[in-house]
T-cell receptor, first 110, second 112 residues
Framework: EDQVTQSPEALRLQEGESSSLNCSYTVSGLRGLFWYRQDPGKGPEFLFTLYSAGEEKEKERLKATLTKKESFLHITAPKPEDSATYLCAVQVGSWGKLQFGAGTQVVVTP | SQTIHQWPATLVQPVGSPLSLECTVEGTSNPNLYWYRQAAGRGLQLLFYSVGIGQISSEVPQNLSASRPQDRQFILSSKKLLLSDSGFYLC???????????FGQGTRLTVV
């Protein structure tokens, strides 16, 4: 059965304190791994797509990497505006269906 | 550019009442459309997806149904709401192939 597990559940960082979020997955035939950012009461905002092991994507202070079993979202020198829940998802089957992890809630304090 | 509209933003409905949530997409043709539900502190669960007009697939048995009357319109419905239907409902669209999904702003449904 396809599974996506994110850790930690919550992360509290000081501004400027870099850290990494983990997304481990078990899926038969990865067709894409996706990272989203979700603010309270809002829909998820797309960040990155990764398709194959060794691939990396960057956007401002965020960098996503992918191995055969897991993905990491690195947050470098975070700012308070990076506070959000970060969701990881894998595409399962056809038609773009996504299976999501439970998310990591990140709080960055000044 | 593509945009997705979802309404209403919040809804409070009594148990046993009907439900209709609407989602429309602009700026693209023949999108794949999805309804997800997010329970508090949990990940998103796929409820329905559609690859074309009138084509609906259900992922989990439940008290809800979906319809796609037009290419870029997706509707989530219920004839009689249950307390357990409360949650945050999200509509999303994607293009063909292995592409990312883009989400609407969601509807917070509270069944009382």
């Amino acid at each position: 059965e396809d599974q996506v597990t994110q850790s930690p559940e919550a992360l509290r960082l000081q501004e400027g304190e870099s850290s990494s979020l983990n997304c481990s997955y078990t899926v038969s035939g990865l067709r894409g791994l996706f990272w989203y950012r979700q603010d309270p009461g809002k829909g998820p905002e797309f960040l990155f797509t990764l398709y194959s092991a060794g691939e990396e994507k960057e956007k401002e202070r965020l960098k996503a990497t992918l191995t055969k079993k897991e993905s990491f979202l690195h947050i470098t020198a975070p700012k308070p505006e990076d506070s959000a829940t970060y969701l990881c998802a894998v595409q399962v089957g056809s038609w773009g269906k996504l299976q999501f992890g439970a998310g990591t809630q990140v709080v960055v304090t000044p | 550019s593509q945009t997705i509209h979802q309404w209403p933003a919040t809804l409070v409905q009594p148990v046993g009442s009907p439900l209709s949530l609407e989602c429309t997409v602009e700026g693209t043709s023949n999108p794949n459309l999805y309804w997800y539900r997010q329970a508090a502190g949990r990940g998103l669960q796929l409820l329905f997806y559609s690859v074309g007009i009138g084509q609906i697939s259900s992922e989990v048995p439940q008290n809800l149904s979906a319809s796609r009357p037009q290419d870029r319109q997706f509707i989530l419905s219920s004839k009689k709401l249950l307390l357990s239907d409360s949650g945050f409902y999200l509509c999303a669209w994607s293009g063909d192939g292995n592409t990312e999904a883009f989400f609407g702003q969601g509807t917070r449904l509270t069944v009382v």
